[in-house]
């Protein structure tokens, strides 16, 4: 610690500042990430919401996609069990399936005067999945039962419409769609 003399409104003060806390006892990023979308990978153009379970953290949300966890690490960790420590991030955006992002600290060489920021690089969101619903109906004769319905192409984005489709290699059938069914008692004959 060093001590000087300030001159402030003709009087002498002696000044002895702090010594400067070190690296880790400062706010600063502890978890970095971009988001992309899965489909473009470019940064997802979503409204993105970022949490955290963790105490005396705070997740954010930067321009870009990007997100993470700002926080003071000599607070948060001892030195002793930082190897088992863990950092969560939960990420929820419109249009893709809920994230959470969970990271071991690890090793930290220097702390608790210094601490290294964990960059988790690009992230990708998964698309929430296009569901198609409905009934097949006859123009003449009404609802059709037993109707085989097939997919023969898809567009992964609007902005693909104007060519070819891909042909859909991923398919969901819920059980009520494909399960057997009896069938319906016939009528009584007299």
Request: aromatic share 4%; hydrophobic share 45%; proline share 8%.
């Amino acid at each position: 610690m060093s001590v000087r003399t300030v001159v402030a409104r003709g009087r002498l003060w002696r000044f002895a500042a702090d010594d400067a806390p070190p690296d880790a006892g400062r706010q600063q990023i502890l978890l970095r990430a971009r988001l992309i979308d899965e489909l473009t990978g470019t940064p997802a153009r979503a409204e993105l919401t970022a949490t955290t379970t963790m105490k005396d953290v705070r997740a954010a949300i930067v321009e870009g996609a990007n997100v993470g966890l700002v926080g003071r690490p000599s607070a948060l960790f001892a030195a002793a069990n930082l190897a088992n420590a863990q950092l969560d991030l939960s990420i929820s955006a419109s249009g893709f399936l809920p994230l959470r992002l969970v990271s071991p600290v690890g090793a930290q060489p220097g702390f608790p005067d210094t601490f290294r920021l964990i960059p988790l690089g690009d992230v990708a969101l998964r698309r929430i999945p296009t569901r198609l619903r409905g009934r097949v109906v006859s123009r003449t004769v009404g609802p059709r039962t037993n109707a085989a319905v097939r997919v023969e192409g898809i567009w992964r984005q609007i902005a693909d419409t104007t060519g070819a489709a891909v042909p859909a290699n991923i398919v969901e059938l819920w059980s009520g769609v494909y399960a057997g069914r009896s069938a319906p008692p016939s009528a009584p004959t007299t």
